[in-house]
């Protein structure tokens, strides 16, 4: 493509102010999310509270800004887990082939046929809430669908020429995976990313708002969204916010992932 | 074929087993049962021993499961702690307004996103393209970054407190077919349309890229409109990925399904699932969780033979 | 449209939908279809602003029904749904007293163990059965355990030593100890002789309004009883939808959509959501809310961190917060609604002192607070927003408490009949108007005694009032029994929470009661 990728441009600034809000919000917020102020209880937004208060008079802006921060913490930690894993699975089954991959694979499909945020919302029944529980949960779930994309990759690229000439110069077999295939597959995993980036946002939010493995004290999304759900009439700036953050979240790195498999020729 | 179908079939059995032994191992580590609701709330002790004897919760694990598993298959779903019913009796109802609203919705995907597909795949070439190939993107982007769930909030807000087009109340299918749907359009639309987005986007790339294979040069060589190019030729190899995200999306339909009837207050599998899970009647989760992927497994065994209907190429292993 | 052609019409056209099994209350006039929930179809009135058609009503309520028999102790938000199906030889009223019902008139004699109850006539079942001696020895006897292996199905009935019936319209009741108030006990349901466990799901009792039909996580439907034997009394609807909505917010869109016409317990911080549209009546829920505490774990065994805690939490700022003002301070296990025994003075002896906090909090060997949990019924918004601001003022003096949110059945399993909890905030309601009901849960031997609390002094203060037969000597050994627990800090009793009753504006007649009763045979479109 010659032309330079308003997708990418446009997700790129978008995700930019995005991380910088969200990042902002694991650091500072105007007001401590949990603060509770009677005078405010309710209040629209105004200078003080840009994005007005909610029914225990606490700042939604700080409450937006740490709940996002949670959000992308819990999305990047799942996304970490199910990619490191899916990765190691998938350029290994891709490489060797045989038994333990067809194994794997059958696991994997089955796991994936699986709901994800259903399979989660069983799996803390079990393990019980919490944090870490959450991205272990959603992380777990995540690795066979970028097992299964890695693989693919894999399969595509370990009989060309240059992986059996570098078999036959003696490179061992980790840095035939490491240094030789990997990089080639990039752009597909890149462009795996960050849908998987969206599906763990939409993950995380889903089961907060389902109030699954959260602690209500400490703000996020989903259950934010869910609490505002019985206010829309008289203090709709509470649903709209923190809706907002999560759909431009998701578009601008939607948006990216469109421009990389633009400009890299990706199909999607 | 009939090699390769026995396979598959093994294989979904095989998958089904493995999530009925895992739905029952992970529920029967879980220290507690739920004797509080059939007892009352202030029974005895030695109530609560007997309760545990008569319900069998005493003996081993495996014992349990063979005795849940042969039940299961002949259609006894076991009985739920909290509600001191059969669980096929509470799930019945629940499972049929889940899986109207399921299929609703993947209706809807469909009848929403093949038009809307077919449009956004005309090419002329030229600037109006260019904006086409935009407005497309950006359309399905924002859809798609939509929650499923905030949608179901937005759709109620809208049509059912400001405008009055439905009423925020189920309706029950004994209520009548037609207002039982007129109901579930509004959440199966929720879950629909960030579904619809992908597919529409996914097609129409699906669809483009076949109109550039050589098959089709050689089909409008010998004279074919492009309308009859794209019936006779493209459409079936485009549909083939199309298909396939369908049939991978029903297990995210059902998962939308069962979080936008929180929104919308529906009495379906969801409610009941997070209640049940909360409640630790086991039972009942259990019973739900083989359902839902017993379905999943379903509709992914009959998309693979739609797709190899449709596609003589795939291979026959 | 006159309102009867309204009426005729829908008539017809429930006629028309109807199967041929119709199935309905004996003498029930008008048919409803079984098991069908209301859906809804008609505008409300507080959108159109005339009256829906019918003369029915779809109230909201925000916990699930589960066990519904009614003789087991079952839960408040139960009872207050029960109390319109079933009544006992007498029955609760407004004024927190008890009004004769099933029986006439009854006699408690001088040594106060004997009870002598002159059975009503013309009273009858909603089977249409008579209501005879045997049905309420039956009744009775079924409520001291002969069903349940002598374990008694209502706690109070352990005193009763002997139940008879010397003839058809009179049944004496003999108790072990003398007992002014066991009569308050005896609000306990009438059922049919031989019921059994299937009394949960027949539901036939003698109350204004008759069973129809219960739907899991969804509705209980009941329809007016024609053959109700006060016709004073009677109920004003014909029929009445509980609509089982568990999460808050859904009641506000049950609200504002049209298809509910009575919510109670709504929280305060929803109130402006709905007020422009329905009517909204005021009044206290008639229960203690309190952070429980239980005492039998570390560090809530150590009276001093329990002190501490309750000059750490700011209780007027908890209602403002909570309930915008109008919840009332209790400082014991005791609210207003029982004027005899409050005593108001006890809700200023902790008041919101940080320091103090902290210097107790070091005396107990906690110099830099610790780290709890609060576990909450998750249905209860009032419960959860409440918890929300214990723990930002717990913060102040360096305790960190964790929220945990549960399922009201594991609540009652876990924190409740388990005791396996650090703290919960929930709210305690009494059955009936005696002191009793509030009090005996703190005796250390008591099956109600969640908290854990055991104090010598406490349980013979408590054991002298229980068998005392002179009542000014009882209210007395009642109020000593307060104070002990207050200076105990037996747990952090917080207020008697505010109640809204949400009301369609074509509604009147609700009645508040003093005790945690729902009285749904007053309320009728005006």
């Known amino acids: ?268 | 074929m009939g090699k390769a179908l026995l396979k598959r079939l093994a294989l979904l059995i095989g998958t089904l087993l493995l999530v009925s032994v895992l739905a029952f191992i992970a529920f029967s580590v879980i220290p507690g049962d739920p004797t509080a609701s059939v007892l009352g709330i202030e029974a005895t002790d030695e109530q609560v021993a007997a309760f545990r004897a008569r319900q069998g919760l005493d003996l081993p694990v495996w014992q349990r499961y063979w005795a849940w598993l042969t039940a299961f298959v002949r259609g006894d779903f076991g009985q739920s702690f909290k509600f001191d019913m059969p669980v096929r009796a509470l799930l019945a109802t629940r499972a049929q307004v889940t899986l109207v609203l399921a299929a609703a919705a993947f209706v809807l995907i469909v009848a929403i996103s093949l038009p809307l597909g077919l449009l956004a795949a005309r090419r002329g070439g030229g600037v109006l393209d260019k904006a086409l190939d935009w407005l497309v993107t950006v359309t399905t982007q924002i859809t798609m970054s939509v929650p499923n769930f905030v949608l179901g909030i937005g759709l109620m807000y809208l049509f059912a407190l400001v405008l009055h087009w439905f009423e925020p109340e189920f309706v029950p299918l004994e209520d009548g077919l037609w207002p039982h749907l007129r109901f579930m359009v509004f959440p199966a639309l929720a879950v629909a349309l960030p579904k619809s987005a992908m597919t529409v986007k996914l097609l129409r790339g699906s669809i483009l890229g076949e109109l550039g294979q050589d098959y089709i040069r050689t089909a409008y060589s010998k004279g074919n409109s492009r309308g009859s190019a794209l019936r006779r030729h493209v459409l079936r190899n485009a549909m083939i990925p199309v298909v396939t995200f369908l049939a991978m999306a029903i297990g995210d339909i059902m998962a939308g399904s069962i979080v936008v009837e929180q929104v919308f207050g529906i009495p379906g599998l969801g409610r009941i699932l997070i209640s049940s899970i909360g409640n630790r009647d086991y039972p009942v989760v259990q019973a739900v969780v083989v359902m839902v992927a017993s379905v999943v497994v379903g509709c992914n065994f009959l998309a693979d033979l739609l797709y190899r209907v449709m596609d003589p190429r795939i291979e026959r292993t | 449209m006159p309102r009867f052609v309204k009426r005729a019409l829908l008539l017809l056209v429930v006629l028309a939908m109807l199967p041929a099994s119709l199935y309905g209350c004996t003498g029930g006039t008008e048919p409803t279809p079984p098991g069908a929930s209301n859906s809804g179809s008609q505008p409300s009135a507080a959108q159109s602003g005339e009256l829906p058609d019918g003369n029915s009503v779809t109230v909201g309520i925000a916990q699930d029904l589960s066990n519904l028999d009614p003789q087991l102790a079952a839960t408040a938000g139960v009872r207050e749904v029960l109390f319109n199906i079933f009544e006992g030889l007498v029955k609760a009223s407004p004024d927190g007293s008890v009004t004769p019902a099933v029986a006439s008139d009854y006699e408690l004699s001088p040594d106060g163990k004997t009870y002598t109850f002159t059975l009503r006539e013309g009273v009858t079942f909603h089977n249409g059965n008579q209501v005879t001696a045997e049905d309420v020895v039956y009744s009775l006897e079924r409520c001291a355990g002969s069903e349940n292996e002598g374990t008694p199905l209502v706690s109070a009935f352990s005193n009763v030593s002997v139940i008879t019936s010397p003839d058809p319209s009179h049944v004496v009741v003999t108790l072990a100890e003398p007992s002014l108030e066991f009569i308050y006990s005896m609000t306990a349901p009438i059922i049919p002789k031989d019921s059994g466990p299937d009394i949960a799901s027949t539901m036939v009792g003698t109350g204004p309004f008759c069973f129809v039909s219960y739907a899991p996580q969804d509705s209980l439907v009941m329809e007016k009883y024609d053959g109700y034997w006060n016709a004073e009394k009677a109920a004003r609807l014909d029929k009445v939808t509980f609509k089982i909505i568990t999460d808050t917010n859904a009641l506000v869109i049950g609200l504002k959509g049209g298809t509910l016409d009575l919510v109670i317990h709504l929280p305060n911080t929803l109130e402006n959501e709905v007020k422009d549209q329905f009517t909204v009546l005021q009044d206290t829920m008639k229960l203690v809310q309190a952070l429980y505490l239980n005492n039998a774990v570390e560090p809530f065994n150590n009276e001093l961190v329990r002190q501490a805690m309750y000059y750490a939490i700011d209780v007027p700022a908890i209602i403002e917060f909570v309930c915008d003002g109008a919840g009332v301070a209790t400082g014991t296990s005791m609210y207003p609604a029982q004027s005899r025994y409050f005593l108001p003075e006890l809700a200023e002896k902790y008041p919101h002192d940080v320091e103090k906090a902290k210097e107790l909090l070091a005396q107990a060997g906690y110099p830099d607070g610790f780290e709890m949990s609060i576990t909450v019924p998750s249905n209860y918004t009032q419960h959860m927003e409440t918890a929300q601001v214990i723990i930002e003022q717990l913060k102040k003096v360096g305790i960190t408490a964790e929220l945990i949110p549960v399922e009201w059945e594991s609540w009652v399993n876990d924190v409740y009949r388990g005791r396996d909890y650090q703290s919960t905030v929930c709210g305690i309601a009494a059955d009936d108007m005696t002191a009793r009901e509030m009090l005996v849960r703190y005796m250390s031997d008591n099956r109600k005694n969640f908290i854990g609390f055991a104090d010598e002094e406490y349980d013979q203060v408590l054991a002298q009032a229980l068998a005392s037969l002179d009542e000014e000597e009882q209210t007395a050994l009642y109020k000593r029994a307060e104070e002990i627990l207050n200076e105990r800090a037996a747990s952090l009793w917080i207020q008697d929470a505010c109640e809204l009753v949400v009301m369609n504006p074509a509604l009147d007649g609700f009645t508040f009661y003093c005790t945690y009763v729902l009285d749904m045979s007053a309320i009728g479109y005006k």
């Open chain 1, 1 to 268: 493509m010659k032309h330079k990728s308003w997708y990418l441009t446009i997700g790129g600034i978008l995700t930019a102010c995005m991380l910088a809000f969200t990042a902002a919000g694991l650091f500072w917020t105007p007001y401590s999310p949990t603060a509770m102020s009677a005078p405010d209880r309710n209040a629209g937004p105004s200078a003080a509270h840009p994005f007005g208060c909610d029914q225990l008079g606490r700042d939604i802006l700080s409450r937006t800004l740490e709940g996002a921060g949670s959000t992308l913490t819990i999305a990047l930690a799942v996304l970490a887990v199910g990619f490191v894993f899916g990765l190691l699975i998938g350029a290994l089954c891709g490489y060797y082939g045989g038994a333990a991959d067809a194994l794997v694979m059958r696991l994997c499909d089955a796991i994936a046929a699986f709901p994800s945020v259903l399979l989660a919302l069983v799996v803390l029944a079990v393990i019980g809430p919490g944090k870490y529980n959450v991205i272990g949960a959603l992380g777990v779930l995540f690795i066979p669908s970028f097992a299964r994309l890695v693989r693919g990759e894999f399969l595509k690229y370990r009989d060309r020429d240059f992986v059996r000439s570098a078999r036959l110069m003696g490179v061992s077999d980790l840095r035939i995976i490491f240094v030789h295939i990997l990089p080639n597959t990039w752009p597909t995993l890149l462009s795996g990313l960050t849908i998987g980036f969206n599906n763990a946002v939409l993950g995380e939010a889903s089961m907060s708002y389902l109030g699954i493995g959260v602690n209500p004290t400490e703000p996020s999304l989903g259950y934010m969204l869910k609490e505002a759900q019985g206010f829309l009439f008289t203090t709709p700036w509470y649903t709209a916010f923190p809706a907002a953050i999560v759909i431009l979240l998701i578009l601008g790195v939607g948006l990216i992932g469109e421009g990389v498999r633009e400009r890299m020729g990706v199909a999607s």
